[in-house]
């Protein structure tokens, strides 16, 4: 059995309501044994109609987190990390925040492509599936040329849940070279990628990214996979987790990979 979870969201991130507690009560009820969580920080979000600004209040996450770490440290694992939303022109404030605390775990994830999200429809009715994805992918690959401070880059195609057109199938080689150097660099930098159970949340055949980008990171010699659900209420933690063992182990992981000091640990399978 799985029993870290490193990608969870609470009250302290815009889109979520559930509180610290009852997730990591949730938690101990499933077995976890360690939990990350990993709250939304996107500095220059665009404004939308919910007025959601995703920024952290970092002082309170921090002080209720530490609170509850030792509340239930003879249960469970409590770990401190952020989910930093990356964008070509906020990275050096992004490397002001990220070294500004001692976090044990940072996701970098591009969310924003454009001042648009793709999970809202105007990003592929403006930029139709397969060029709406290498849009996402271009970001990503700006992204890390430049940018290091995080542990593993998030939901690697998160942009592909969105695509709403029946005709469209991913396939590595429409993005061969694009992926390549955006893997390569990731490896180089020394960090990792993350299997996200969000993509069978949301009825895609695969987490996210798709397995061909996983088996291509395998290949190039990836080894730091964190396993998250980005469960953002108690219902959603460890999200569909009894299948990773068969579906990783099929593409040839033996390890997945748990953070603490933002120094990675191997976890066999
Ligand atoms: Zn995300
Ligand atoms: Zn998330």
Known sequence: MIQADYHLHTSFSSDSNSSMESMILHGISLGLKTICFTEHHDIDYPDNPEHLD???DLPAYKQQLFLLKEKYQNQIEINFGIELGLMPSTLSKCHDFAESEAFDFIIGS?????????YDSIYFETYPSKKGLKRYFEDILNN????????VYGHLDYAARYINDEHFQFHYKD?????????KQIIYDGNGIEVNTG???????????????LQRYLELGGEIL????????????????QRLPEYLTSLGV????????????????
């Open 144 to 151: 890390v040329s430049s940018y290091k401070d995080y542990s």
């Open 54 to 56: 995703f920024l952290v």
């Open 226 to 241: 964190t396993l998250g659900s980005d469960g953002h209420c108690p219902e959603h933690m460890a999200y569909d987790f």
């Open 199 to 213: 993509g069978w949340k949301y009825g895609m055949s695969d987490p996210n990214p798709h397995h061909e980008i």
């Open 254 to 269: 033996k390890y997945y990979t748990v953070y603490r000091n933002q120094t990675p640990e191997f976890i066999k399978l």
């Open 110 to 118: 591009t969310h924003i492509v454009n001042h648009l999200d793709p």
């Open 175 to 183: 993005f061969g070279d694009l992926l390549d150097t955006i893997l």
